[in-house]
C-alpha cells in the first residue's frame, strides 16, 4: 500500500463546495448587504464593499481583501450560543461556503501554491479571520469565544470575475495555481 505525502494529500478535496451567501459591508458599523452576485476585483476586494475602497500600500493588495466562513459552523455557533438558530450576516463575513474545508485551503508549503476557485474568481487564503469585540455585542455575551476557531479566513483575490450565489467551490494546485498567478 503506497502512502501520500503530505505535499500530496494537500493538493486536493474529496469534492467540490459551494458559494451559498455575499454579503457586502458597504461602511464599518452599516448592517451587511446579501447580493446574488458580486465584482471580485484582484488586489482589492469586492466591489461595493468598504475593503475595496481602501487602498493598500502593498504590492498585491492587503491580505484580508476578502473574508470567508463556512456554513457548517453556523449551526456549531449556534449550539454554542444555545440559540436555535444563527443569521450568517450578523458574522460580518464576505462569502458563506458551504462543502469544503476551508482551512485546508492555506496551503502548508510556501513553494506550492493552493488557491481556492469560486466560480471565475481565484483566491489565495492569507490567514484565520479572527473575531473582533463587535462579536461580543452582535451575539451577546460570549459570542467573541464562540466565534475563536470559528471565524472562518481571510483571503487576497488573485484573479477577479463575477461571483455568483450557487458556484462551485474548488481547490487549485501545484502547477495550475502557478500558471494563474501569471495572468496577475
Known amino acids: 500500500m503506497q502512502t501520500d505525502s503530505l505535499r500530496t494529500l494537500t493538493q486536493h478535496m474529496a469534492h467540490a463546495g ?8 458597504p461602511l464599518r458599523g452599516v448592517a451587511c448587504q446579501s447580493v446574488r452576485a458580486a465584482e471580485a476585483i484582484a488586489g482589492s476586494g469586492l466591489k461595493g464593499d468598504r475593503t ?9 493588495g492587503g491580505k484580508r481583501q476578502v473574508t470567508l466562513i463556512q456554513a457548517e459552523h453556523i449551526d456549531v455557533l449556534a449550539e454554542l450560543l444555545q ?4 443569521n450568517a450576516a450578523l458574522l460580518r463575513r464576505n462569502l458563506l461556503v458551504s462543502g469544503i474545508n476551508l482551512l485546508a485551503a492555506k496551503s502548508l508549503f510556501k513553494d ?11 483566491l489565495e487564503i492569507t490567514g484565520p479571520c479572527e473575531p473582533c469585540s463587535k462579536m461580543e455585542t ?11 476557531g470559528h471565524g472562518g479566513v481571510t483571503a487576497r483575490i ?6 455568483i450565489v450557487g458556484d462551485p467551490v474548488q481547490l487549485v494546485a501545484g502547477a495550475l495555481a502557478t500558471n494563474q498567478a501569471s495572468l496577475f
Open 18 to 25: 459551494r458559494l451559498e451567501a455575499i454579503f457586502l459591508r
Open 52 to 60: 475595496a475602497s481602501q487602498p493598500s500600500r502593498q504590492a498585491l
Open 83 to 86: 440559540r436555535p438558530a444563527l
Open 112 to 122: 506550492q501554491p493552493v488557491w481556492l476557485k469560486i466560480g471565475e474568481v481565484c
Open 158 to 163: 488573485i484573479t477577479g470575475g463575477q461571483l
Open 138 to 148: 452582535l451575539l451577546g455575551h460570549g459570542g467573541y469565544n464562540a466565534m475563536r
